[in-house]
């Protein structure tokens, strides 16, 4: 079996999958490619360290030291369905329909005998589309074979979107929780050197993430201006990790809250001393498909406090790693803030066991595993005339996350 993954661009994340895909291959006997599109976008815009961007696996660029967002639509279906021509896999693995590479996929698989699984973490709380859209979408799914998703959670609307229950493969969303959970317990043995190397506080709540208006920033400084003007002396920082279009605005909000420390963009190292040294991880999006900064604060051993408006929030065990709330709501966001604050390092540190317990489930393994047993469903049958049309009509969008 030739399996090909179709990835927008290469990061850290995606290339940790790849490397254990491409060992459970060959144990398999089975060959994997994988095609990234452009090695550049707008979308993320930060440039990884080239050390955490090496690859063991074979892998085609259809746009070298180009932005994928630089690129028409169009020309990227175009390209994306040229490179699979040539190389006639068996299976292949593309981003959803609503993207070009997506629809390049769908289109190769009505002019060849390979399937094709989506990989995709859109839900009820970011697919605002309805009508006619979701309409065409549900046509266009019957060209696709199935479809590979983050959790459980995701499963009722993707039945609602046309595909099967056993169609529906769950684990698309991971990290290499090892990396993570080995990073702590390294990094704690030298807590207070490193927060005196790093100039962090002693106890802190942590943000990581791109500093955009849908994830929910502004509640979260709001809430903590709140929490600073407590007059309990156990009160703690917040740290910000994370840049983006929204950094001046949200520094300009902060500005004479005590408490707050923008640290800017952290990878491999740094990144892992943030989440280790922690007391707990924020994640007030108001509206995002996944969130793997819940995966790496849960596999970094953190209560975790997740908005509803996140995919993520599925794996919070309420009260137990850590809370949920409504985005948007700076009253019972301060109240968890609060309640965390309150409780011994005892169950503090529980609740951490929990996350770890959680996340845990959610591997590489299961990962691969997932992937397997998606490439070897068998094909669907013919889709139809009006699914036919769409599919060869829709190239795709270029848009920015």
């Known amino acids: 079996m030739y399996i090909i993954v179709i990835i927008q661009r290469l990061l850290s994340y995606h290339i940790a999958r790849m490397t254990a895909l491409q060992k459970k291959c060959e144990d398999l006997g089975y060959r994997m490619t994988v095609i990234e599109v452009a090695s550049q976008d707008a979308s993320y815009g930060y440039h990884e360290p080239k050390e955490m961007l090496c690859t063991s696996f074979q892998k085609i660029c259809c746009f070298s030291n180009t932005s994928y967002h630089d690129h028409r639509a169009y020309e990227i279906n175009r390209k994306v369905f040229q490179t699979l021509s040539l190389a006639k896999p068996d299976v292949v693995f593309a981003p959803a329909t ?13 002019q060849s005998h390979c399937k094709v699984v989506i990989m995709d973490d859109a839900w009820e709380r970011t697919d ?16 696709v074979d199935a479809v590979f998703v983050p959790f459980i959670s995701h499963q009722s609307y993707y039945e609602r979107m046309g595909f099967p229950r056993d169609r529906i493969f769950f684990g698309v969303d991971v990290i290499d929780n090892t990396v993570f959970l080995n990073a702590m317990t390294t990094l704690k043995e030298n807590s207070a050197e490193l927060k005196a190397t790093l100039k962090i506080p002693n106890q802190y709540f942590l943000f990581v993430g791109r500093f955009l208006k849908r994830k929910g920033l502004e509640t979260l400084i709001a809430a903590f201006c709140k929490y600073r003007q407590s007059q309990n002396e156990l009160l703690w920082d917040l740290v910000l990790v994370g840049d983006g279009p929204c950094y001046q605005k949200i520094q300009l909000m902060a500005e004479g809250i005590d408490g ?10 740094a990144l892992h001393c943030y989440y280790s040294l922690a007391y707990g991880l924020i994640v007030p999006s108001e509206s995002d498909p996944w969130g793997l900064v819940v995966n790496e604060g849960m596999a970094s051993g953190l209560p975790v406090i997740v908005s509803k408006g996140c995919g993520a929030s ?10 949920c709330f409504e985005p948007g709501d700076v009253s019972s966001l301060l109240q ?54 769409f599919s060869k009509l829709w190239k795709g969008r270029v848009s920015i996350n």
């Open 260 to 269: 707050i420390k923008f640290v800017g963009q952290q990878h491999g190292k």
């Open 128 to 143: 605002y589309k309805q009508g006619l859209t979701r309409i065409v979408k549900k046509y266009i799914h019957k060209n």
């Open 98 to 110: 609503p993207f070009p590479e997506g629809m390049a996929a769908v289109q190769y698989r009505m």
């Open 314 to 323: 599925a794996l919070i065990d309420e009260g137990n790693n850590g809370w």
């Open 336 to 389: 968890r803030m609060r309640q965390l604050t309150m409780m011994s390092d005892f169950a503090r540190k529980a609740m951490g066991a929990r996350s770890i317990d959680i996340i845990s489930n959610l591997s590489l393994e299961r990962f691969v595993e997932s992937v397997v047993s998606a490439a070897n469903i068998p094909r669907r049958t013919r889709a139809g005339i009006m699914s036919n049309i």
